[in-house]
């Protein structure tokens, strides 16, 4: 099935540089863009749509978040990372069932997808629910579930989260034709023990698998790692042989420049997060450094409970402006290489050199955006509207390897009314 979008603007990528196409047309065959320029294509397609007032964009991935959490948002508000975590969230989670899981990732689904989220990375437990819920809706994933370790004589072959994470990725790695990838996962250096974390890292390697971890995310994460091992977390981890495999860390907020220098040699992937970075007081990541350094800098929303939404455009939001503040530099972070940060950047880390751009050749992974909005007139320098106008629903529509997933309020591969009906008799059930 080939089909035709014309008359838009298109976000469009050359040469690994943006470039903004206007009136233009973009083709599709299946599931890849066949077609992408400013003359209407001499080949003939079964279909067209019109696509008029509207701006075709890369899908937007999001690096990091814990999408069940949408069942704890707006608990623990306002308090310090440690104690919104183990004093507010834990306690919840260990009450939740997979039924509940499966439910608040659908949710998260309805929430991520209409605001243009084509792809998700996720740590949580349960995580087949997240498998099961990806291949029926669509999107792609890469999913994990993160290892911890609170008794220092566990043994590694004891470790029942390692087990399941290890499973996970022998039954599902690969699945719907590569939409789903199963990373392996550290939750945090504070939630593990050196043997644990050596003996999984090593796993990882083996089995040609990628690796996401907490890293750095407060001072005193940070500051305790240094005072337990006489290490920072990126040297804890390196000299454990977690960044011997492709590994994305969530936060980087407290990092040195030694341990950006670690990141870079060993090619981490970093994600910001600056909505729950800012939102739970940990601070400002050091962001423009990493990006003159030549880190892969990718964005990410965490969880709903840290945020408290799941609006990839509100990270970009933050992101192309909250540095810029705290430098007194207003030129520091420009639209392009936020929009980078969330689409190409973001599928480098996943491992996916087929998506995160609309070129000739990559996966129709495509969202568009309605221009015939008041915030979005007049239409001088889209992407600077992007950046610093264009808000989550002014998403028109989703699309995954040519498959609209979303459009103008409408999901066609999620029950909205039954996920809404199951979500809040799930709520019901863990809150009374």
Same mark, same amino acid.
Request: charged fraction near 25%.
């Given at each position: 099935?080939?089909? &035709?979008?014309?008359?838009?603007?298109?976000?469009?990528?050359?040469?690994?540089?943006?470039?903004?196409?206007?009136?233009?047309?973009?083709?599709?065959?299946?599931?890849?863009?066949?077609?992408?320029?400013?003359?209407?294509?001499?080949?003939?397609?079964?279909?067209?749509?019109?696509?008029?007032?509207?701006?075709?964009?890369?899908?937007?991935?999001?690096?990091?978040?814990?999408?069940?959490?949408?069942?704890?948002?707006?608990?623990?508000?306002? =308090?310090?990372?440690?104690?919104?975590?183990?004093?507010?969230?834990?306690?919840?989670?260990?009450?939740?069932?997979?039924?509940?899981?499966? !439910?608040?990732?659908?949710?998260?689904?309805?929430?991520?997808?209409?605001?243009?989220?084509?792809?998700?990375?996720?740590?949580?437990?349960?995580?087949?629910?997240?498998?099961?819920?990806?291949?029926?809706?669509?999107?792609?994933?890469?999913?994990?579930?993160?290892?911890?370790?609170?008794?220092?004589? %566990?043994?590694?072959? +004891? $470790?029942?989260?390692?087990? @399941?994470?290890?499973?996970?990725?022998?039954?599902?790695?690969?699945?719907?034709?590569?939409?789903?990838?199963?990373?392996?996962?550290?939750?945090? %250096?504070?939630?593990?023990?050196?043997?644990?974390?050596?003996?999984?890292?090593?796993?990882?390697?083996?089995?040609?698998?990628?690796?996401?971890?907490?890293?750095?995310?407060?001072?005193?994460?940070?500051?305790?790692?240094?005072?337990?091992?006489?290490?920072?977390?990126?040297?804890?981890?390196?000299? &454990?042989?977690?960044?011997?495999?492709?590994?994305?860390?969530?936060?980087?907020?407290?990092? /040195? %420049?030694?341990?950006?220098?670690?990141?870079?040699?060993?090619?981490?992937?970093?994600?910001?997060?600056?909505?729950?970075?800012?939102?739970?007081?940990?601070?400002?990541?050091?962001?423009?450094?990493?990006?003159?350094?030549?880190?892969? !800098? /990718?964005?990410? /929303?965490?969880?709903?409970?840290?945020?408290? $939404? &799941?609006?990839?455009? +509100?990270?970009?939001?933050?992101?192309?402006?909250?540095?810029?503040?705290?430098?007194?530099?207003?030129?520091?972070?420009?639209?392009? @290489?936020?929009?980078?940060?969330?689409?190409?950047?973001?599928?480098?880390? @996943?491992?996916?050199?087929?998506?995160?751009?609309?070129?000739?050749?990559?996966?129709?992974?495509?969202?568009?955006?309605?221009?015939?909005?008041?915030?979005?007139?007049?239409?001088?320098? =889209?992407?600077?509207?992007?950046?610093?106008?264009?808000?989550?629903?002014?998403?028109?529509?989703?699309?995954?390897?040519?498959? !609209?997933?979303?459009? $103008?309020? %409408?999901?066609? /591969?999620?029950? +909205? +009314?039954?996920?809404?009906?199951?979500?809040?008799?799930? &709520?019901?059930?863990?809150?009374?």
């Amino acid at each position: 099935m080939r089909f &035709l979008l014309k008359n838009c603007s298109i976000l469009a990528t050359e040469n690994g540089e943006f470039r903004l196409l206007r009136n233009a047309f973009l083709g599709i065959s299946g599931a890849i863009i066949d077609y992408i320029g400013e003359e209407k294509p001499s080949s003939a397609y079964d279909s067209e749509k019109d696509m008029g007032g509207k701006l075709l964009a890369p899908g937007l991935v999001n690096c990091h978040g814990h999408t069940p959490m949408v069942l704890l948002r707006g608990i623990g508000s306002d =308090l310090p990372l440690q104690e919104w975590l183990f004093d507010k969230m834990m306690p919840i989670e260990d009450r939740l069932t997979a039924e509940d899981i499966r !439910v608040g990732n659908q949710l998260a689904l309805l929430e991520m997808i209409a605001c243009g989220t084509t792809s998700y990375s996720d740590m949580y437990f349960e995580p087949q629910t997240a498998v099961e819920n990806a291949i029926d809706a669509g999107i792609r994933a890469n999913l994990c579930r993160p290892v911890q370790c609170f008794d220092s004589s %566990e043994k590694y072959s +004891e $470790n029942i989260r390692a087990k @399941q994470s290890i499973e996970l990725f022998r039954a599902f790695n690969g699945a719907a034709d590569g939409r789903i990838r199963i990373d392996f996962a550290i939750h945090a %250096e504070y939630t593990n023990f050196p043997h644990i974390v050596e003996a999984y890292s090593a796993d990882c390697k083996d089995m040609g698998s990628r690796m996401q971890i907490h890293l750095s995310e407060t001072k005193k994460e940070h500051d305790d790692c240094v005072e337990k091992y006489g290490k920072t977390p990126a040297e804890w981890f390196r000299d &454990l042989g977690t960044f011997d495999s492709p590994t994305s860390a969530a936060h980087c907020v407290w990092v /040195t %420049e030694s341990d950006m220098d670690i990141l870079k040699l060993k090619g981490v992937s970093v994600v910001h997060n600056p909505t729950s970075n800012l939102k739970l007081g940990s601070g400002f990541a050091p962001i423009p450094k990493m990006l003159e350094m030549g880190i892969n !800098v /990718t964005l990410g /929303t965490d969880g709903a409970a840290s945020n408290n $939404n &799941l609006n990839m455009m +509100e990270e970009m939001h933050l992101a192309s402006i909250m540095h810029n503040g705290y430098t007194h530099d207003p030129i520091l972070m420009k639209p392009a @290489q936020v929009l980078k940060m969330a689409t190409a950047n973001g599928a480098r880390l @996943q491992g996916r050199d087929d998506t995160g751009s609309l070129e000739v050749g990559k996966k129709a992974d495509i969202i568009a955006f309605d221009l015939d909005k008041p915030h979005l007139m007049p239409g001088f320098d =889209l992407m600077a509207l992007l950046t610093y106008a264009a808000q989550g629903s002014d998403v028109c529509m989703t699309m995954v390897d040519g498959k !609209v997933l979303y459009e $103008n309020g %409408e999901f066609f /591969t999620l029950d +909205e +009314e039954k996920i809404r009906y199951e979500f809040n008799a799930a &709520l019901k059930r863990i809150y009374g």
